[in-house]
């Protein structure tokens, strides 16, 4: 719904007719939602919603056990599609109708972030962002950690952008044959007892074939640490406001990704890029140790990178089982991308975050009490936190 236009009403029995996966919709106060196409990418599962359908859903979203944050809100806004109506008197409608503006004129900095404003956005979502948001300069900071829940195009021309997308499962049909390949190679090469470690030296000593299971996943950790730099140092520096390029390649790495978190085309890397990285570092490796030995290592990091891909993939689209490890990378990852940006770097794993002091904390809660206006039996909408205004 357009911020200009005037809600539409509904009767609380037409709002709890919607409790289904087909048509979900919560309230917050007499503000109603329909949250249908948000159930499958919620970090908490879709039970957790359904199991609100139709109900006031504010002290859920004060927490605990989670204090939703002010991205997450302005995201909710997305699906505002009216109010209730509780009487159905024109008075009444007239009622909230004011009350509506009023809040979104001086208490609700969430409401005014709904949707993407095609007039009064620092960019224009009708042309290609790549080459625009180059120009925002100091602005770009905030703007970017503002995320949208709508396709981006990044190049006018065809080519480049289909070059720019790929669907999930293009990472194991590319990378996963040659996981297996390399694995076969490594195993019969190290069999034939000939690849020894530090061969020129009085201390050189024989890489056995059994090893490679202990070598392949030395690889797999190894890729962690890549992971979680990677992440941190490149795909989260913070351009300088006056540099056109690095705000441009900062975007076109991973701005893009945090923009639009939920653009399912763009989730995974593309191959015919990642292989020239994965080439580098199959390079590196294979000039640094005896072949076979470097080629494990590599192997094992290869899989550690699809394993990756598939993990990151499954966060912002899978639905986990409660209280499984992929539910709290999950909710972690959520953290990062809605609250924590300058923490949270791991992603296939948090182990990282932890040497480096980039744990993301966890939230503590403090009794809120609040002050409910008793309209025909129901909460009046009232701004739970205050916040910062949008950037547009």
Known sequence: MSPSESPRFFSEKEVANHSTKNSCWVLTGTRIYDVTGFLRIHPG??????????????????????????????????????????????????????????????????????????????????????????????????????????????????????????????????????VFYLSWYCYTTLAQETTRLFASTDYSFLVHKYSFPLIFVMGMVT????????????????????????????????????????????????????????????????????????????????????????????????SPQKNSYLYSLKAYHVKHHFENQRAGFGISTTLWDYPFNTLIPEQTFQKTQLTLLSTGGRPSPIPLRPGNQPLQ
């Open 45 to 178: 599962g879709e039970a957790l919603i359904l199991s609100r359908s139709g109900n006031d859903i504010r002290m859920e979203m004060a927490g605990p056990p989670h204090r939703h944050s002010e991205n997450a809100r302005r995201w909710m806004e997305q699906y505002y599609i009216g109010e209730l109506d509780t009487d159905g008197s024109a008075d009444e409608i007239q009622t909230a109708r004011e009350r509506k503006k009023t809040v979104d004129e001086e208490t609700s900095p969430i409401s005014k972030c709904s949707q993407v404003n095609l007039d009064t956005d620092l960019v224009d979502w009708r042309k290609p962002l790549a080459w625009q948001v180059g120009n925002l300069g100091e602005k770009y900071e905030t703007w970017v950690h503002q995320p949208v829940n709508r396709p981006i195009r990044l190049f006018g021309n065809e080519f480049m952008e289909a070059s720019t997308k790929t669907s999930w499962y293009m990472v194991p049909a590319v990378w996963m044959p040659l």
């Open 223 to 318: 890729w962690t640490f890549i992971e979680y730099c990677v992440h941190r140092f490149v795909f989260h520096m913070r351009p300088p406001a006056h540099n056109y390029y690095l705000i441009t390649i900062h975007f076109l790495l991973h701005g893009q990704h945090h923009k639009s978190p939920y653009d399912g085309s763009r989730l995974v890397f593309p191959p015919c890029l990642a292989s020239v990285v994965i080439g580098s570092f199959y390079l590196l490796l294979t000039k640094s140790f005896p072949e076979a030995l470097g080629v494990s290592l590599f192997v094992g990091g290869l899989f550690g990178y699809v394993v990756y891909d598939m993990i990151h993939y499954y966060l912002h689209y899978g």
